[in-house]
T-cell receptor, first 115, second 112 residues
Framework: NAGVMQNPRHLVRRRGQEARLRCSPM?????VYWYRQLPEEGLKFMVY????????ESGMPKERFSAEFPKEGPSILRIQQVVRGDSAAYFC?????????????FGPGTRLTVL | GIQVEQSPPDLILQEGANSTLRCNFS?????LQWFHQNPWGQLINLFY???GTKQNGRLSATTVATERYSLLYISSSQTTDSGVYFC??????????????FGQGTILTVHP
């Protein structure tokens, strides 16, 4: 049973470009969460999605960031017009449901570097 | 929102020593997880432990939900235990939905 998959593992972008980060949840999991880890910091929640729905985006920056989890395919975290402050590790997690505080399983992360 | 504090912030051990890491949280939770972030940055699930006690090899964890803390015990530490240990909780009340709130972590260094 494959775990949470993320790609790419490393992504380098120049300021002003777009970054697209992909996450495939574990088999049987329909809930996806994105977290960001800035250098030397802990992880911070960004957004929680179910298929075709954004449930909680309270941790998303107001501009340039968006997320989706379409009916088919992986969840995508999109960062437009990247700036150096976006350099971080972005982790995706999945759980089978939101009820009862189910355990979340994390992917290996995507390390974004903005030049 | 809920606050999560971990202690100590840094811990240096000799191989073979035992250690206890603590996680305090400020309100009721219905999910508590411990993670190990290895030197390559990967997050490894250690325990899902909203209450009670669990053991897995040299590691064990206890959560006393009514007193709002959790402990992670590492016995006979090895150099491969080095890394950052995170506690994360899901707030049982309010509009937290499914999100986990992380502590700042304990940086563990085990010397041979």
């Amino acid at each position: 049973n494959a775990g949470v998959m993320q790609n790419p593992r490393h992504l380098v972008r120049r300021r002003g470009q777009e970054a697209r980060l992909r996450c495939s949840p574990m088999k049987g999991h329909s809930h996806v969460y994105w977290y960001r880890q800035l250098p030397e910091e802990g992880l911070k929640f960004m957004v929680y999605l179910q298929k075709e729905n954004i449930i909680d985006e309270s941790g998303m920056p107001k501009e340039r960031f968006s997320a989706e989890f379409p009916k088919e395919g992986p969840s995508i975290l999109r960062i437009q017009q990247v700036v150096r402050g976006d350099s971080a590790a972005y982790f995706c997690a999945s759980s089978p449901s939101q009820q009862g505080g189910n355990e979340q399983f994390f992917g290996p992360g995507t390390r974004l570097t903005v030049l | 929102g809920i606050q999560v504090e971990q202690s100590p912030p840094d811990l240096i051990l000799q191989e073979g020593a035992n250690s206890t890491l603590r996680c305090n949280f400020s309100d009721s939770v219905n999910n508590l997880q411990w993670f190990h972030q290895n030197p390559w940055g990967q997050l490894i699930n250690l325990f899902y432990i909203p209450s009670g006690t669990k053991q897995n090899g040299r590691l064990s964890a206890t959560t006393v939900a009514t007193e709002r803390y959790s402990l992670l015990y590492i016995s006979s530490s090895q150099t491969t235990d080095s890394g950052v240990y995170f506690c994360a909780v899901r707030h049982a009340g309010g509009t937290s939905y499914g999100k986990l709130t992380f502590g700042q972590g304990t940086i563990l260094t085990v010397h041979p």
